[in-house]
């Protein structure tokens, strides 16, 4: 077992957090602000290869590993967990299901373009029926001749309305309810495809969260991705994928989080003296750093585990359900080291809070991750 970098992984480390802090950091709580999506900065990272960093150099990508990976999305989160989950959203639910479904064509028109940066992707399978209960799906695909006229409300969609690609999943057979799901690649120039309502959150809010509507909708059907009826087998891999990535982002602004509050609480004075010089304060600096390295470790054990091939179901959802509970947690005591200032959208850890709670609840909530870890158990 070896717990060091590779020389890769440090150089990437280095280049990815001087980036952020120079480049994300300075303008994340106007992005926030705002809900302004960072188009710019996302084009940057294009260009340094992070948004295809699995894929092979083939198909567009930057062919590193899952370590990498959860180093740059942790890194990019500290800064800004908006553009840390584009990232992910980019990397694990978008291009990997491509590069573990698609055929070669498909790869050649859609995986390129996405791995090398130059378009953006978005995942869509929730809707307002079917979240947890992603068998529920009521979106449907009809054959139609050559295409597929698809009609249905998705909604929660990250990057939705700012996507060139979509990985689009619906029913082609509701009889057949959770084995009836497939799965299609949609463009954004698609006859009877709009984004609608852009969502209004409390964290997040440099990411877009939108609604997406189909109203007779026709793709070519060279778009279904894998075969009929492997769309729950699909959205399933694909999570397990994704959860990698929103550990990450939780490990990120948890560490955002502890950073802040460490740089505070040698400066804040209080009877005299700093309060990190406080034991009450200093208890909950040690739980953090404590809590934040396992969550690390979790998340880079379950990374390694994709890099070797072997199945990790179990320990994503672990590290998906710690990494976002101790980021709840780090924001929460960050917050109440800084006191009156910490409830101050002037200080990142209030942008922390906010952040942190999300984490808990997309790509499975934290009961979902429970029964998935109970079930791996149980079997």
């Known amino acids: ?20 802090q120079k480049e994300i950091a300075p303008v994340a709580a106007e992005l926030d602000a705002e809900a302004r999506f960072p188009k710019d ?4 990272l294009a260009e340094l290869g992070f948004m295809g960093m699995m894929i092979p150099s083939t198909y567009g990508g930057s062919e590193l590993d899952a370590v990498c990976y959860v180093i740059a999305v942790e890194e990019i989160s500290k800064a800004c967990a908006s553009t840390g989950v584009t990232v992910s959203v980019q990397n694990s639910l978008v291009c990997q299901p491509l590069l573990d479904h698609a055929d070669e064509e498909q790869k050649k028109k859609f995986l390129v373009p996405l791995a090398s940066g130059k378009k953006l992707g ?3 399978l929730t809707e307002p029926d079917a979240g947890s209960d992603i068998a529920n799906v009521q979106a449907t695909a009809v054959l139609e001749g050559d295409h597929y006229v698809i009609n249905g409300t998705k909604i929660f969609v990250t990057s939705g309305g700012d996507a060139d690609t ?14 009836g799901i497939s799965t299609f690649i949609v463009e954004k120039d698609t006859p009877g495809f709009s984004p609608g309502k852009k969502e209004n959150k409390m964290g997040m809010r440099a990411s877009g969260t939108y609604e997406l509507v189909f109203e007779n909708a026709r793709i070519p059907k060279e778009n279904l991705l894998g075969q009929e009826g492997e769309g729950m087998k699909i959205s399933l891999r694909a999570l397990d994928g994704g ?10 602004i948890a560490q955002a989080a502890l950073d802040a509050s460490i740089e505070y609480s040698k400066q804040r004075k209080q009877f005299g003296k700093v309060i990190c010089e406080f034991q009450a304060i200093q208890w909950m600096l040690a739980d953090m750093a404590t809590e934040i390295d396992a969550a690390r470790l979790l998340t880079y054990r379950v990374a390694d585990l994709k890099d070797q ?56 909530t934290s009961e979902i991750q429970r029964l998935v870890i109970a079930a791996s158990l149980l079997r």
């Open 309 to 364: 091939g072997i199945r990790y179901t179990k320990e994503a959802a672990m590290a998906k359900l710690y990494a976002s509970e101790v980021a709840m947690r780090s924001a929460i005591k960050a917050v109440q080291i800084h006191g009156g200032y910490g409830y101050m959208k002037e200080y990142p850890v209030e942008r922390n809070f906010r952040d942190a709670k999300l984490t808990e609840i997309y790509e499975g």
């Open 122 to 124: 978005a995942f869509s």
């Open 1 to 20: 077992m070896d717990f060091k970098y590779s020389e890769e992984q440090e150089i990437l480390r280095d280049t990815i957090r001087d980036f952020a």
């Open 243 to 252: 959860r990698i990535g929103i550990a990450a982002q939780a490990v990120g």
């Open 166 to 179: 979509i990985v689009l999943f619906a029913s082609t057979d509701r009889s057949k309810k959770s084995k």
């Open 41 to 44: 900065i996302v084009a940057k």
